[in-house]
């Protein structure tokens, strides 16, 4: 098994990863790291919990020179949280080589006085958001001009949340002979011509999960029909005791309104979401790692990349908008082996997106709530189970089928029997049809 030593890192990044224990690196870092160290651009496509993080952080410390007070790299993440998250884990391993200065610039904060401390000195590695970042730029403080690396960090999710312009700016007054490592949970088409813009014959790793869903994990299904949400979230956050829980909600809104009506009911509840001011959102989230709250109302703004430790219980809302969130908000529990339980709601017009997570490889248990204890209930896909093989049939064979039947005129099995067979033919045709469009499409996109 590959370790740490194996990467020939200098003696303080050594030092450090003894310190937060890290011997053995994940599959990632192992695939990536090395390519980063020789100099080449990189998209490491990969799941959140998958160790994306030191992948980039551990090359771009090795490479730094502290004796150049020049910016040497800089990394974008779309949400403070996430930069606060990597500015973290960058000041780990800063205190066995304090030379190496590290800044981080987000909205929220004082801007001026970031202007001031640049105007004296630059930083080595520059960490933050695209926006700030950009702002810094175009104000003549920042000064990326020599820097030679670049991260762009949870890409999808920058794209999504319209940070890609800021990012593309921040690129445009980097060198051209740039280095930028891309990592994203998914690489969607709208993201590719900026990628295509600024890498040439990137090397691309692809880091397929074993598992959706870690093993450890218990991932339940709650039906809400004829129960009010409310106060179905009260009763499972309160028949337990959870180390800490995290409840997922899709809007604010909800967020702030889910928030009020548990702590009418005694509970002390931390809310994050975007619309809180970064001053009061940072003091939550780290009155959240000190272990000062027990529940915690959140919406996806926290499911990426906000490593909160001893998450015990997930309770999902609702199902997300975007049904990949839910790969993220569920694995805020279960970590580091621990075990831990992840609850869904869903209402009777969910089946379809259930569909769509079950076809992604997730599993669920199907649970009720039965005087204060999660039961086994049945599966609520039975019924259509019963008539699974007449529902795959085509609406008009279906059709054909009743009225032979009612008839009964002679043949009538050899008749139903040859349009089956030219059905499924021509359902074959088409698969492979789209199959071979599929291949053409990820040829011509292959780097």
Known sequence: ?????????????????????????????????????????????????????HTFLLPIFNAVDPHTQVVQAVITTPSRELAYQIYDAAKQIVRFNPAIVVQNYVGGTDKQRQISKLQRTQPHIVIGTPGRINDLIRRGALDVHRAQMLVVDEADMTLDLGFLAETDAIAGAMPRDLQMMVFSATIPEKLRPFLRKYME????????????????????????????????????????????????????????????????????????????????????MRAIH????????????????????????????????????????????????????????????????????????????????????LVDTYDRRRR??????????????????????????????????????KDAQQKRRIERRQKMRAQRKQRRDNW
């Open 290 to 373: 000190n272990m000062e709250y027990q529940y915690v109302v959140a919406t996806d703004l926290a499911a990426r990349g906000i490593d909160i430790e001893g998450v015990s219980l997930v309770i999902n809302d609702d199902l997300p908008q975007d049904l990949e969130f839910f790969v993220h908000r569920v694995g805020r529990t279960g970590r580091n082996g621990l075990s831990g339980t992840a609850i869904t709601l869903y209402g009777p017009g969910d089946d379809s997106k259930i569909q769509e997570l079950e076809g992604m490889g997730i599993h669920f248990k199907p649970k009720e709530l039965k005087n204060d204890r």
């Open 1 to 53: 098994m590959a370790t740490f030593a194996d990467f020939n890192f200098q003696p303080f990044i050594n030092k450090a990863l003894a310190a937060i224990n890290f011997t053995h690196p994940t599959e990632v870092q192992q695939r990536l790291i090395p390519t980063i160290m020789a100099g080449k651009s990189v998209v490491g496509q990969s799941q959140t919990g998958s160790g994306k993080t």
């Open 384 to 421: 259509q189970q019963r008539g699974k093989r007449q529902d795959h049939m085509d609406p008009q064979l279906r059709g054909m089928v009743k009225k032979a039947k009612k008839k009964h005129k002679p043949g009538y099995k050899k008749k139903i029997k040859r349009a089956i067979a």
């Open 201 to 284: 014959n990137p090397v691309v790793e692809v880091v397929e999960n074993q598992q959706v869903i870690s093993p450890t994990i218990d991932n339940f299904l709650l039906s809400t029909k004829g129960r009010d949400r409310n106060q179905l979230i009260l009763k499972l956050l309160t028949m337990g005791e959870p180390y800490l829980a995290l409840v997922f909600t899709n809007t604010k809104e909800r967020a702030d309104e889910l928030s009020t009506y548990l702590r009418h009911q005694g509970l002390r509840i931390a809310t994050v979401h975007g619309g809180i001011q970064p001053r009061e959102r940072k003091r939550v």
